[in-house]
DNA sequence: CGTCTTTGACCAGCGC
DNA sequence: GCGCTGGTCAAAGACG
């Protein structure tokens, strides 16, 4: 299992591009999160990472397992946070920050894949909203994973570009919740960004959906120095574009 | 000028 | 049927 890559196996699905090309010995294609975005920080730092299937079936899940496991720092005090719950379709909290083992990238992608019982992650902790997440369930199911993370700033960078359109006080929290959807053109995929009515210093984002496309800022890693270990940026496009 | 945010209106689902 | 609530739409304005 990678150390990098959760980012592509949460959030992208196929239809792929075209497949990876065939590497040289000591090649190494990787992925993570912008640079600057404080998600790469969180997947990377926590040590979990995405699939470890076969190069070439999909720009998601042809990473190899030799990757630099530390990003580079975010520097930006604001965009700093920490994840400390995740949220999977089984409406439960998983806390991170005191976990010594969070889930891993698979449990994550089995969770967007809608695999288990609702694929449906609701937010409540109140019997009204056990009640409602128990509606949620019985609707149909979508593809949707939320977390929770102690962040000064609402809009964490995942890479992705979202545009706002909406935005709604919700009741029984004094904080409104916004809405945004995937800017990509054909990707349906929409997060709901919300303080938390309890500790208005954690953000709940709740992601619907998957990504038809890989981030418009994940990094690509072309190739290894055998010397020093490092990886070379190939860039922005997927691998198969690299040539 | 294109893109994005804002915000009030509208709609659907649900409980009573 | 009615009211409440969450989610979405779309026009207008802001911004780079």
Same mark, same amino acid.
């Given at each position: 299992?990678? #150390?990098?890559?959760?980012?592509?196996?949460? +959030?992208?699905?196929?239809?792929?591009?075209?497949?990876?090309?065939?590497?040289?010995?000591? %090649?190494?294609?990787?992925?993570?999160?912008?640079?600057?975005?404080?998600?790469?920080?969180?997947?990377?730092? !926590?040590?979990?990472?995405?699939?470890?299937?076969?190069?070439?079936?999909?720009?998601?899940?042809? +990473?190899?397992?030799?990757?630099?496991?530390?990003?580079?720092?975010?520097?930006?005090?604001?965009?700093?946070?920490?994840?400390?719950?995740?949220?999977?379709?089984?409406?439960?909290? @998983?806390?991170? =920050?005191?976990?010594?083992?969070?889930?891993?990238?698979?449990?994550?992608?089995?969770?967007? %894949?809608?695999?288990? #019982?609702? @694929?449906?992650?609701?937010?409540? /902790?109140?019997? @009204?909203?056990?009640?409602?997440?128990?509606?949620?369930?019985?609707?149909?199911?979508? $593809?949707?994973?939320?977390?929770?993370?102690?962040?000064?700033?609402?809009?964490?960078? &995942?890479? *992705?570009?979202? /545009?706002? *359109?909406?935005?709604?006080?919700?009741?029984?929290?004094?904080?409104? /919740?916004?809405?945004?959807?995937?800017?990509?053109?054909?990707?349906?995929?929409?997060?709901?960004? $919300?303080? %938390?009515? &309890? &500790?208005?210093? *954690?953000?709940?984002?709740? *992601?619907?959906?998957?990504?038809? !496309?890989?981030?418009?800022?994940?990094?690509?890693?072309?190739?290894? &120095?055998? #010397?020093?270990? /490092?990886?070379?940026?190939?860039? =922005?496009?997927?691998?198969?574009?690299? !040539?």
């Amino acid at each position: 299992m990678a #150390a990098v890559g959760a980012a592509p196996v949460l +959030f992208y699905q196929q239809p792929a591009p075209a497949a990876a090309p065939a590497l040289a010995a000591g %090649d190494a294609i990787g992925c993570f999160f912008s640079p600057s975005s404080p998600m790469s920080s969180f997947f990377s730092s !926590h040590g979990h990472g995405g699939s470890s299937s076969t190069a070439g079936s999909s720009p998601a899940s042809g +990473f190899s397992p030799a990757l630099p496991t530390q990003p580079p720092p975010v520097t930006d005090p604001a965009a700093q946070f920490d994840i400390s719950e995740y949220l999977f379709d089984d409406g439960i909290f @998983a806390a991170a =920050t005191d976990a010594a083992a969070p889930p891993s990238g698979a449990a994550v992608a089995a969770a967007m %894949d809608g695999v288990g #019982a609702s @694929a449906v992650a609701a937010l409540g /902790r109140s019997p @009204a909203d056990q009640q409602q997440q128990q509606a949620a369930v019985e609707r149909p199911r979508t $593809e949707r994973i939320a977390f929770r993370t102690r962040s000064e700033i609402e809009i964490l960078d &995942d890479g *992705y570009k979202w /545009r706002k *359109y909406g935005k709604k006080s919700v009741k029984n929290s004094p904080n409104p /919740r916004n809405y945004y959807r995937c800017s990509t053109e054909g990707c349906s995929v929409k997060k709901r960004v $919300e303080r %938390d009515r &309890d &500790d208005p210093s *954690y953000v709940v984002t709740t *992601y619907e959906g998957t990504h038809s !496309h890989v981030s418009p800022s994940t990094v690509y890693y072309a190739s290894q &120095d055998a #010397a020093s270990g /490092r990886f070379f940026v190939a860039g =922005t496009q997927p691998p198969g574009s690299l !040539h």
